[in-house]
């Protein structure tokens, strides 16, 4: 064993913004016989405490200053952390600028991030900006071979376990592990700053991209059961899957937690206050949706569109959960329901079905709100803007000889909400609100126009309709008709309307074939390609 493998703490420097746990873990390394040194606030609570500790002050030689901006940042403190013990010329350094060496940094950080996430104005967040306490960090991460780092008061505890089994002191796997977390944390924290002060600026340069956030839970595995997989909360304010409160059902999957989000992506462009909307999701695509007076008929809608599908998928909601809704969803078999809250008799009913899992997010997820889609790809990383990309029917260019009239219009603009959140190519029939069949993820067009019609006629048989909700319907293109082709099977499917992006080099044949077949159609001048 070499002398650097185990590392004996004497001397440990607590610096923290979050007091929790304090007193009684630095309690326990008193009693271990550890001198503390301590900051300000800090210094307080552990004498408050009953606890013995040197002011950092003390060891400086200077008062803290300028509201805290500097306590801590001085060769003394620096030097202590730094200092290589094996190193003749780093002991002489010591011994003449009576720099006393650090054994252990207990330090977090100034709660940015938090800050951040209040919404608070950028003058507050940049006073939130700590600057001595990432300073240590690093230098005793840097340095861990002296050294250990705690930059969560939990990790203390492993450090108290360590010292007890091993006389007082820290093995370098250990101190190592704190390290490497060390740095992650210090990365995050700068990431969430950036990302901050790049909302202040009208054109950000991002020359660099960096992101980072705490683990939230190690899944059991990822897509399949051979790939390792972690949820990471991310800096941004988003209401979603990641911050919602599990209130019943298994432990969440990969696979359902992608799933609930690109369920609750897509009902929160429903305003609650319009209408109840409801919508089911399969493999990262909907399979039904629906608006209507209330969340319980909207999810019956939704459910009816493709019944087949719909079995062991995740639903979500833009309205609380009542019972009637409970009861309808507790009738078939779901995966997953997320919603902004639920009433206690909803919950009583879900619970009788313990293995759904249900997630209530607090709030919707704002459609208009700006922020990052990631995607990697080998030896890079793919970052894009969320589509926040909407239209309202003023926006929209009438290219037919027959305007849609109001009902039609009505039905054009729920299926284009829908399109955007199919996978492309992506077409959507929907009828008084609802899908009426949904083609995803094809490689041409019109098979995309083919499979939306096959499962309309589907859900016609499955519920026994005289006919599939295909006729009368409004269509939605995510992206442009490179043909006339996919504008007459929606025609011949019953169609009566068609909403698109245009700009195909061939859309005075499609306008002309959509003339022919009495469809009217309006060009959104947008499109919503989704990968
Ligand atoms: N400026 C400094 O020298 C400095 N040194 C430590 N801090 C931070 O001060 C906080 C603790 O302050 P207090 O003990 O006064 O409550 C910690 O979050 C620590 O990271 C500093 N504050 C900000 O940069």
Known sequence: MSDTDLVVIKRALISVSDKSGLAERAGTLAQAGVELISTGGTLQALRDAGLEARDVSEVTGYPEMMDGRVKTLHP?????????????????????????????????????????????????????????????????AKNHRHVAVCVDMRDLDKVLEAMARHEGAAPLSLRRHLAAKAFARTAAYDSAIACRMEAEIDKPARSWFTLGGPRLQKLRYGENPHQDATLYAAPEARPGVASARQVQGKELSYNNIADADAAFELVSEFDPGDSAAAVIIKHANPCGAAQADNPASAYERAFAADPVSAFGGIA????????????????????????????????????????????????????????????????????????????????????????????????????????????????????????????????????????????????????????????????????????????????????????????????????????????????????????
């Open 76 to 140: 003394r403190v620096h030097g202590g952390l730094l200092a290589r013990r094996e190193r003749e010329d780093d002991l002489a350094a010591m011994e003449a600028h009576a720099i006393p060496g650090i054994d252990l940094l207990v330090v977090n950080l100034y709660p940015f991030e938090e800050t951040a996430r209040s919404g608070a104005g950028i003058e507050a967040c940049i006073e939130k900006i700590d600057v001595g306490g990432p300073a240590m960090i690093r230098a005793a």
């Open 316 to 531: 979500a909601f833009n309205r609380s959960l009542d019972a009637a809704t409970a009861d309808a969803i507790s009738r078939n078999f779901t995966e997953v329901v997320i919603a902004p809250d639920a009433e206690d008799a909803a919950l009583d009913i879900l619970s009788g079905k313990k293995n759904v899992r249900v997630l209530l997010t607090g709030a919707l997820a704002d459609p208009d709100a700006a922020g990052w889609m990631l995607k990697s790809v080998a030896g890079g990383l793919l970052v894009q803007a969320r589509d926040t990309g909407r239209v309202s029917a003023s926006q929209l260019k009438v290219v037919t000889q027959r305007a849609p009239d109001e009902d039609e219009m009505a039905d054009l603009l729920f299926a284009w909400r829908l399109v955007k959140h199919v996978k492309s190519n992506a077409i959507v029939f929907a009828r008084d609100q609802r899908s009426a069949g949904i083609g995803m993820g094809q490689t041409s067009r019109v098979e995309a126009v083919r499979l939306a019609v096959r499962k309309a006629e589907d859900a016609a048989k499955e519920n026994g309709w005289d006919e599939p909700r295909t006729k009368g319907s409004a269509c939605a293109s995510d992206a442009f008709f490179p043909f006339p082709d996919g504008v007459l099977e929606a025609a011949a499917a019953g169609a009566r309307c068609i909403i698109q992006p245009g700009g195909s080099v061939r859309d005075a044949e499609v306008i002309a074939a959509a003339d022919e077949a009495g469809l009217a159609m309006v060009f959104t001048g947008m499109r919503h390609f989704r990968h």
